[in-house]
């Protein structure tokens, strides 16, 4: 478990078994290599492969698919973290100026 956040995720899906071994094997090495990145199974034999910007994935997704030689399809990035309002407060503030006062301002 690493102590990155993840923002964005994205499926990748093996077109045959033996490139579903290979894609695994790819991406061990890769996360290991970075360790912003991740690697968790998703459904329908898809790895769900998460990190910290798109860039990030995208450049994962060409090694793996260049320099591994895997061959799988890219699904869509989805965004797994943001930040959001929760809970409304009722604040109430005056503004109080303060103004010169008229000894001082006189010549």
């Given at each position: 478990?690493?102590?990155?956040?993840?923002v964005?995720?994205?499926?990748?899906?093996?077109?045959?078994?033996?490139?579903?071994?290979?894609?695994?094997?790819?991406?061990?090495?890769?996360?290991?290599?970075?360790?912003?990145?991740?690697?968790?199974?998703?459904?329908?034999?898809?790895?769900?492969?998460?990190g910290?910007?798109?860039d990030?994935?995208?450049?994962?997704?060409?090694?793996?698919?260049?320099?591994?030689?895997?061959?799988?399809?890219?699904?869509?990035?989805?965004?797994?973290?943001?930040?959001?309002?929760?809970?409304?407060?009722?604040?109430?503030?005056?503004?109080?100026?303060?103004?010169?006062?008229?000894?001082?301002?006189?010549?």
């Amino acid at each position: 478990m690493s102590d990155y956040v993840h923002v964005i995720s994205v499926p990748l899906k093996p077109r045959d078994a033996q490139a579903a071994i290979a894609l695994r094997a790819a991406l061990d090495t890769l996360c290991a290599a970075d360790p912003k990145l991740a690697a968790e199974a998703g459904s329908d034999d898809a790895v769900i492969l998460k990190g910290q910007t798109e860039d990030q994935l995208e450049i994962a997704v060409y090694r793996a698919k260049r320099a591994f030689k895997v061959d799988f399809d890219v699904g869509a990035p989805q965004v797994g973290y943001c930040e959001s309002i929760t809970k409304t407060i009722e604040w109430e503030y005056t503004y109080k100026s303060t103004l010169a006062q008229r000894s001082s301002m006189q010549g």
